[in-house]
């Protein structure tokens, strides 16, 4: 197969990072994007540089679908489109790789893996932590045995705030699904993966303490969560934590993982200083375990050379007609758990996964 032509719909921050991450791509050659606004289309030439010529620009994805001029897209547009933007392209046998969250409820993610069930083309969700050196580095150490049988699962990312974006799409939950599934679902989804296990409850709790309190827009105050803690049950046992700050910016680490079995314990950090810590419970002693970025990432950019991986790996599949490595189911259960922490917030109390007909 010559050149996967890809187009991307969606050209704001994350939109043009995609574009860098497939400019690096081999097999990939960008030759269509999309966005509603004027301005994010100059942001996607000024990303594309040279290669700019090359893509034809379209204020409607519904336009760049039927042009003919595309073998696979990404969609990076926001959270509250993702649902009508794929209903159109899963009309087609073209494939996707969306980034997350899938969608921002469970109900439309739902719809999404029905739609998927009746095409062939693949659809891939942009769950690019797993991709991270040292995230990758711990799965592969869990996956070898080396805490014995995992019980405890746990994430802290404390950060900065959310960043601006087009039009302050982000300030609202009702676009972006909350807190706890636009940011968090990429965490639930190494709970999901590390566990091996379907989740059967969660217990959160959460506000909006510090962040965005003085920010209004036409009338309306952003309403999203800036903290939370989140507690899962999984049906094998296994108890997961996420521990989330977005006013925490004098931090050493952004994310630490850390994942504790029957005989020992992994320890990630993110930036980290480039090793995962691997502890023993029987001798006491921790060994260091080298990670890096592989030197064959042709994009760093965001996320440490995750979403050039990711990028990389989903064109590989197109090329090759293989499945996705990330479905439409772990997009949605990545969402079931955001959604669930965020009820169990607002009515205070313990939700079942049950609540949902899944």
């Not at 996420?242 to 930036?271: C, N, W, Y």
């Not at 959604?339 to 609540?355: C, M, P, T, W």
């Amino acid at each position: 197969m010559a050149d996967v032509r890809v187009g991307v719909i969606g050209t704001g921050m994350m939109g043009c990072e995609h574009i860098r991450n497939l400019l690096a791509v081999d097999a990939a050659v960008i030759t269509a994007v999309s966005d509603p606004n004027e301005e994010p289309r100059g942001w996607a030439r000024a990303a594309l540089g040279d290669s700019a010529g090359g893509a034809a620009e379209f204020a409607d994805h519904r336009d760049l679908l039927s042009s003919g001029l595309v073998d696979a897209v990404v969609v990076a547009s926001p959270n509250h489109t993702h649902r009508a933007v794929l209903d159109d392209i899963l009309a087609t046998d073209i494939p996707v790789l969306v980034e997350k969250p899938m969608c921002t409820t469970v109900e439309d993610c739902i719809a999404v893996v029905e739609a998927q069930s009746r095409r062939d083309a693949i659809t891939w969700v942009g769950l690019e932590y797993r991709y991270m050196a040292p995230i990758s580095a711990l799965l592969t150490e869990l996956r070898g045995g080396a805490v014995g049988d995992l019980r405890m699962f746990s994430v802290r990312e404390h950060r900065f705030p959310f960043l601006v974006k087009v039009g302050n799409w982000n300030r609202f939950s009702r676009n972006t699904g909350g807190t706890l599934v636009e940011k968090c679902c990429h965490f639930f989804d190494l709970m999901n993966l590390a566990v091996g296990s379907r989740p059967v409850r969660v217990m959160a709790s959460g506000g909006q303490d510090v962040n965005h309190l003085d920010e209004w827009y036409d009338g309306e105050r952003s309403d999203i969560l800036d903290n939370a803690f989140v507690i899962v049950d999984y049906a094998n046992g296994v108890r997961a934590m996420l521990d989330l700050s977005m006013f925490a910016e004098g931090s050493r680490h952004e994310q630490e993982i850390v994942a504790v079995g029957s005989t020992g314990k992994i320890e990630a950090e993110i930036p980290g200083d480039g090793r995962i810590h691997v502890g023993e419970r029987a001798t006491r002693s921790v060994r260091e375990v080298p990670v890096g970025i592989d030197p064959s990432v042709g994009h760093v950019g965001f996320h440490f050379g995750a979403s050039y991986v990711e990028c990389e790996r989903f064109v590989d599949a197109v090329v090759r007609g293989m499945p996705p490595e990330v479905t439409v189911r772990d997009g949605l259960w990545s969402v079931v758990i955001g959604a669930a922490a965020h009820r169990s917030i607002e009515e205070r109390r313990i939700v079942s996964i049950d609540e949902w007909d899944l």
